[in-house]
């Protein structure tokens, strides 16, 4: 078991969106602790609303394939709205400044739709990831104090991952596929899928795993007041 934790500092900076991982397991004390550490998750009002099903082995290989086999045939059941249209100016500049510097990692062109559409498809695969967890939610309102609550314990879990020598992506796309993944998994329709995460160890010898996507300075995000 791996004991040694990254300082702070280092952990949020050395986290990355993997893409790319080594089939080893974790045991399922490494995955207890991270789901401990991300149990203090802040929330509104303490209310916790995090349904968490994590996925491992025949499981993850059957959902994996549910999810290609969906998309490949043009079936999608999200909970939640996503397009890339839905982005304007300076935020859609970034998504596509993140795919240009992905798909140049691996040496994929532009125009090469059937490579970028492979691509694609390896997010069902997990990345080849050894674990995946699907982040549930109750719906409260217009849910967007939920969904926030949600994203708080996405990066306590990220954060506990690379502090601990793990490796983790959140992926959006782990969320298009709602309504057979709550039939898989046994999940009430009374919970909403956000996105899910896969994690694992890092295949630190993949050309994505040498990508590292640019952060705006502060000051191009915050005002100081005061």
Known sequence: MNHTVLAFDETVRQRSSV??????PLSDAQIRAVL???QYSPSNCNTQPWHVHVVSGETKTRLGKLMTANDLAGVQTPDFSFSYEDFHGEYFDRAHEQARIYYEALGIARDDKICRKEAYLRNYQFFNAPHAAFLFMPSFGDNIRVASDIGMYAQSFLLSLTARGFAGIPQTLLGFHADMIRKELGVSSD???LFGISFGYADTTAP????????????????MHG
């Open 36 to 38: 401990q550490d991300a």
């Open 19 to 24: 893409r790319a991982f080594l089939p080893t």
């Open 208 to 223: 994505s795993a040498q990508v590292r996507m640019p952060r705006i300075p502060v000051e191009q995000s915050v005002v």
């Open 191 to 193: 919970y909403r899928l």
